[in-house]
């Protein structure tokens, strides 16, 4: 069974306090990870697919890496608009076009 | 617009009434999903479908029925609400972005059961 665990649930920085989020994975054979943005009250926002290991994409200050076991997304010198929880999902080869299982979130909370 | 939306945005019901989510895009995509989010389990699978006339369950299917007659449409139907169904409701869509393959989700709609 495919598992996503994300880590802090949640994490709160300072303006311009650079940090890392984490998120594990279990999958058989990965087809894709991806990250997303989740405003309150609104839906996820793509930010990222990533497909194998050593694979890195950015995006203004959020950069994000991936290896066999596990993704970061990391924050450079955040922004109170940087706030809102981040979600990562996976894909298995295994299960097709089926869609992504997704792990809880970490919820970001940047200060001025 | 060009997007994926959902109606109602809000819906407040009653244990034992049949309740429908409506969902519609506009880019012709293929596969459509249904999840529920709810605290401390982050987005579940309910259902999707692959085309018009094909559907097939996810993770939390029970108390829930869908249809796909038309590709651009996904209704999500509880056909005799439950407390336990009080969540957040987000329909997805999936397609390209750029040359990444990804889901394009929904507003959402917040669904009490009282």
């Known amino acids: 069974e495919d598992q996503v665990t994300q880590s802090p649930e949640a994490l709160r920085l300072q303006e311009g306090e650079s940090s890392s989020l984490n998120c594990s994975y279990t999958v058989s054979g990965l087809r894709g990870l991806f990250w997303y943005r989740q405003d309150p009250g609104k839906g996820p926002e793509f930010l990222f697919t990533?497909?194998?290991a050593g694979e890195e994409k950015e995006k203004e200050r959020l950069k994000a890496t991936l290896t066999k076991k596990e993704s970061f997304l990391h924050i450079t010198a955040p922004k109170p608009e940087d706030s809102a929880t981040y979600l990562c999902?996976?894909?298995?080869?295994?299960?097709?076009?089926?869609?992504?299982?997704f792990g809880k979130g970490t919820r970001l909370s940047v200060i001025a | 617009d060009a997007g994926i939306t959902q109606s109602p945005r809000y819906k407040i019901t009653e244990t034992g009434r049949q309740v429908t989510l409506m969902c519609h895009q506009t880019w012709s995509h293929s596969y459509m999903f249904w999840y529920r989010q709810d605290l401390g389990h982050g987005l579940r699978l309910i259902y999707y479908?692959?085309?018009?006339?094909?559907?097939d369950k996810g993770e939390v299917p029970d108390g829930y029925v869908v249809s796909r007659s038309k590709t651009e449409n996904f209704p999500l139907t509880l056909e005799s609400a439950t407390r336990s169904q009080t969540s957040v409701y987000f329909c997805?869509?999936?397609?390209?972005?750029?040359?990444?393959?990804?889901?394009?989700f929904g507003p959402g709609t917040r669904l009490t059961v009282l």
């Open positions: 479908s692959a085309a018009a006339d094909i559907t």
């Open positions: 990533l497909y194998s």
């Open positions: 997805a869509s999936r397609g390209l972005a750029g040359t990444t393959d990804t889901q394009y």
């Open positions: 999902a996976v894909q298995d080869w295994n299960s097709g076009n089926t869609p992504l299982v």
